[in-house]
């Protein structure tokens, strides 16, 4: 009994420590990317650049991860504006960061899992006259630190994998999802094999709400997700759509079933006032233990998921 008693209570003692760590290597990534120098990350930008060094530099070194592309790097080119009021447009070039997990068994290689974010967020705009830096803490450097995290986690597992694994930050989202319609018309990997896309886009504002959007692209997703657990009593907002204002669309129009969770908008969307300061990071671990269930099933089991035309207009 006294054994039992002691492997239990080392039981929960492991798992707080690990809530502990994961907030704090979630702080770490927000921090870096928030930071003054990174300006914002806007597209295009010196920040977008270093935000592409740092993210390819934690994914490098985490063990069972194989950088795609040329070391990571997808380079993403696109024609931008000059101006809001001036129609001429002039060649532009961003990013995403492309990293592959294998699974171990060599049976499980023939199907493959996409999980992604977005890096980038504004820049520096014009706020009362005073040039101000959109830090973009939540938007969405909460979903670069869930999703390198997330890489972390499924390298350490790869003996479980029953597919293989992609992470892509996507760059220029801000712009119109420029990064990710670009990867799915020029994949690193046969975009056939892809069984489904994960996204999360503004991780960072958890109020014990989550949305989820693309229930409507895959036949199964209602059965899935009714099998969830929720200790936590977290309020979900399931929406049907495919053609939502995030990267999982460009997945869905190429008939992938393509999911995205949110914690969700607040007043500080889009404006300077969007820092780390303002994100709840121990909320970060609740939400991502909801969204792990989901993770589970598309890389870790034989489920399979099916794609579903939802019909809704494109955005």
Same mark, same amino acid.
């Not at 005073?130 to 938007?139: E, K, N, Q, V, Y």
């Not at 460009?250 to 008939?255: M, S």
């Not at 969307?269 to 994100?279: G, S």
């Given at each position: !009994? ?8 080392? %039981? ?6 690990? =809530? ?10 927000? $921090? ?10 806007? =597209? ?11 993210? &390819? ?11 795609? @592309?040329? *070391? ?20 532009? /070039? ?15 290689? *023939? ?31 909460? $979903? ?18 029953? #597919? ?6 996507? %760059?220029?989202?801000?712009?119109? #999802? ?25 991780? %960072?504002?958890?109020? *014990? $709400?989550?949305? !989820?959007?693309?229930? @409507? ?5 209602? &059965? ?50 969007? #820092? ?24 870790? /089991? ?14």
């Amino acid at each position: !009994m006294k054994k039992l008693v002691l492997i239990t209570i080392l %039981g929960l003692i492991s798992v707080q420590i690990f =809530a502990q760590t994961l907030e704090e290597r979630y702080r770490e990534h927000v $921090g870096y990317l928030t930071s003054e120098k990174l300006q914002g990350r806007a =597209a295009s930008t010196l920040g977008d650049t270093l935000s592409v060094e740092y993210i &390819q530099g934690v994914l490098s070194k985490i063990d069972g991860v194989t950088l795609l @592309g040329n *070391n990571g790097i997808q380079v993403v080119p696109y024609s931008v504006r000059t101006s809001r009021t001036d129609t001429t447009r002039i060649s532009a /070039t961003t990013f995403n960061v492309v990293a592959f997990i294998e699974a171990a068994n060599p049976a499980n290689r *023939n199907r493959t899992v996409i999980m992604g974010a977005h890096y980038d967020h504004l820049g520096m705009r014009m706020v009362n006259d005073t040039l101000r830096i959109h830090p973009g803490a939540d938007d969405n450097a909460s $979903g670069v630190a869930f999703m390198l995290e997330n890489a972390r986690e499924i390298a350490s597992q790869r003996d479980r994998l029953k #597919t293989n694994v992609i992470i892509i930050l996507f %760059g220029a989202e801000e712009r119109g #999802t420029i990064g990710s319609r670009y990867y799915v018309d020029n994949p690193l990997k046969p975009i056939e094999e892809v069984k489904a896309m994960l996204n999360v886009d503004m991780f %960072g504002r958890f109020r *014990n $709400g989550l949305t !989820m959007r693309g229930l @409507g692209t895959a036949h199964e997703a209602m &059965q899935i997700l009714g099998k969830f657990e929720n200790p936590d009593k977290i309020d979900i907002i399931y929406e049907v759509r495919g053609n939502g204002p995030t990267d999982y669309a460009a997945f869905y129009r190429k008939g992938i079933p393509a999911f995205s969770f949110s914690t969700r908008q607040h007043d500080d969307y889009h404006t300077w006032r969007d #820092t780390f300061e303002t994100v709840n990071f121990p909320g970060m671990v609740t939400a991502r233990n909801y969204v792990w269930q989901l993770i589970e099933v598309l890389a870790f /089991t034989n489920t399979e998921v099916t794609f579903k035309d939802v019909m809704d207009p494109v955005k």
